[in-house]
């Protein structure tokens, strides 16, 4: 059996260097004990260099990864990150389109870019899609077909071997953990979105490309999550800034 893939996104936070640190070697240290996933903590980019060294030691089921990327090599960008630089600071996922980088004008084009430029360089992408809102059509599932094709423009199907799809819903990011998508809804977005996976590279490249769920998991509800909506891991946001209850759901997970 896959190991799940549990990604805590720390956004921008916390404050201070101090507090990364404390976070980040209480999760790591209990990560370890984890065997049946693969933990990933992805800290603002200014952070990680504090992490590299108890991170190499932690284990195989521990990585770090960042919020973003770019897809040049070097130049005059100012405040970017190519995939090399994250690559040498122990970085080996990187999210990309998250939905509050898309509401600030990151685009599909770009999304694609940055998700290819990290896959051929050695990171594997995280890459956030889900719609904003739901309608009794279901004009939805359109929405997130188009969404996935071109957040992926330009993909080859030995590109997915490194490609994650994260699918989080926007009206379930950052709600009450009551609001987070229902088991049985995720499980019916899983199937589709490896149904759009399959007709768009193919069977074997489809079922390389972990399905992850984000939005409002805490580690109450993250088990049936996980289980009942078949997903191969989850994107966690505030929950994964708390040692204690991301323990508790990492436990959760690891004994399913
Ligand atoms: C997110 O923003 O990716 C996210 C899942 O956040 P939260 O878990 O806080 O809803």
């Known amino acids: 059996m896959k190991k799940k893939i549990i990604v805590g996104n720390w956004k921008m936070n916390p404050e201070t260097s101090a507090r990364a640190r404390e976070i980040f070697s209480t999760i790591s240290r209990r990560a370890k004990k984890f065997k049946q996933l693969e933990v990933v903590i992805c800290p603002p980019a200014v952070y990680l260099g504090l992490f590299k060294k108890s991170s190499a030691k932690t284990g ?12 040049e090599r070097s130049g005059p960008y100012t405040g970017e990150i190519s995939p090399a630089m994250a690559l040498s600071l122990g970085a080996s996922f990187t999210i990309v389109g998250h939905s509050e980088r898309r509401a600030r004008g990151e685009t ?22 889900g719609e904003r809102e739901r309608d009794a059509g279901g004009a939805y599932f359109e929405f997130l077909k188009n969404q996935i094709k071109s957040s992926l423009a330009g993909a080859r199907p030995r590109d997915l071997r490194r490609v994650l799809i994260a699918y989080e819903p926007l009206w379930a990011i950052g709600k009450s953990f009551k609001e987070a998508m229902k088991p049985a809804d995720v499980y019916e977005m899983s199937l589709f979105i490896k149904k759009v996976l399959t007709d768009l590279f193919g069977k074997d490249a489809a079922l390389a490309a972990p399905i992850l769920y984000g939005g409002s998991v805490n580690f109450e509800n993250a088990g049936l999550i996980v289980k009942e909506g078949e997903v191969e891991g989850l994107l966690v946001g505030r929950e994964s800034l708390d040692p204690e209850n991301f323990t508790k759901l990492l436990r959760t997970i690891n004994g399913l």
């Open 108 to 129: 599909d084009l770009v999304v694609s870019k940055k998700a290819l430029a990290a896959a051929r360089a050695g990171l594997r992408a995280i890459v956030c899609v």
């Open 60 to 71: 195989k089921n521990f990585s770090l990864g960042v919020q973003d990327i770019f897809w």
